[in-house]
């Protein structure tokens, strides 16, 4: 808890304001994600209390975005795939790619498999992103490959 108290006090400082402006809630949340690669659970209040805005209008931000991920505490994970879920990629196969990987890649392990709904590569479609690089086209031995 003490990262989230630092970095809403850095924020404060930037902004010179205790009260932080709801406009920075995203940026903040980002900054947390990017320190501990997870909102925790129990900074909802802490956070509801530095923008003075409730803790629904903060936990409604955190659910909204899928790169925002709200947990107890963080994952084994040491890869993360995210498969896009839209239309594009369903008629381009990505249910059974995504069988195929949650079949290679049990969860729990040191790979992760999300389900995005959109990662803007409907052209190339099925598409994933493997360490924030989005790649289009993609069979489970070229995820395998980009995971060796």
């Known amino acids: 808890m003490q990262k989230i108290e630092n970095i809403i006090e850095q924020q404060q400082k930037a902004l010179n304001s205790q009260v932080l402006p709801e ?4 940026q903040t949340l980002i900054l947390i994600q990017q320190e501990l690669s997870y ?4 900074s909802i209040s ?8 409730s803790r629904a209008d903060v936990h409604g931000v955190v659910t909204f975005y899928d790169d925002l991920k709200l947990q107890d505490a963080p994952s084994n994970a040491k ?3 995210r498969v896009c879920q839209a239309e594009a990629c369903q008629s381009m196969g990505v249910r059974q790619l995504m069988q195929e990987l949650e079949s290679a890649y049990p969860k729990d392990g040191e790979i992760s498999i999300e389900k ?3 990662l803007g590569n409907c052209a190339l479609a099925p598409a994933a992103m493997i360490d924030n690089q989005c790649y289009g086209n ?5 995820i395998k490959n980009l995971l060796a």
Not at 23 to 26: F, G, I, M, P, T
Not at 39 to 42: A, F, L, R, V
Not at 138 to 142: C, G, L, N
């Open 23 to 26: 406009s920075e809630l995203l």
């Open 39 to 42: 909102i925790p659970k129990n």
């Open 46 to 53: 802490t956070l509801a209390e530095a923008f003075n805005i």
């Open 79 to 81: 890869k993360i795939i």
């Open 116 to 118: 995005v709904y959109c």
């Open 138 to 142: 993609v069979s489970i031995s070229q």
